[in-house]
């Protein structure tokens, strides 16, 4: 999917909540199985290149979250195992796992939209991302936050 | 595969080295096809209900590391995504990715054979694992070691 320039480029802020949007429609989808909302897109040059949401219960399987997903998708598409040059956009600040998933690809950038105070990789350790991954947090985040509480308050 | 008790039980060190060198064996088939030799097992009640070995390069794959396809194989086994009264054998020290796997898991040991410097996840961050999760280094490690080392040296 490309991102379609009207007039001129977009602002990185406006690709990052365009990118964050798709992200969340998988969230979405994910609460609609009864899934935890979370949901990834991996970008490569304005393209879509992977995409995942959260399947522990369906797949019966930890390991099954959003990112892990999208990474084997994206490195799928590309032939490769590296994603140097991608971005991961996902809902939720990804856990230790999935942090420690993005050191072995080398993303060039993490987006994500709302902190997980539980196990948000960077309540563990903040030095779990490769050194060349930048990382920026809040995109869309009250939308991102409103889709986890739905969730858990239909829970209880 | 079950441990067979000839005379008594065996001690817990040997029901340990015994699981190790299942996964040693599974490390030798990672390093026969090219792979970083790894490998893994998870049992359950003296028995192996998972197994994986390295297959990054294969499956152009950063997550396809030994533990997370012995989780997924373990949890598919029990049809059920909690590992809590399971032993994973592994013949090198797990990494961040593996080990916040773990911690989803709520495995119950974690049995590894050699430390990695680099990138173990103890180097990283001592407080990945689930705190119920006992961890004991060291078993076989000079085999473990060993297999790693002919790799990297080959590989030159």
Redesign the interface.
Known sequence: MQVYNFEGALTREQEDEFYMKEALKLAEQAFKEDEIPIGAVIVAQNRIIGKGYNL??RL????AHAE?QA??AA??FL????LKDCTLYVTVEP???????S???QLSRIVYGTIDEK?G?ST??A??LHPKTIIIGGVLEGECARLMKSFFVSKR
């Open positions: 522990t219960e019966n399987d930890v390991t892990m990474f084997t490195a799928n032939g490769g195992k590296y856990c230790v796992m999935c942090a420690g998933a050191y072995w690809t196990r990789y563990v350790a030095n779990i």
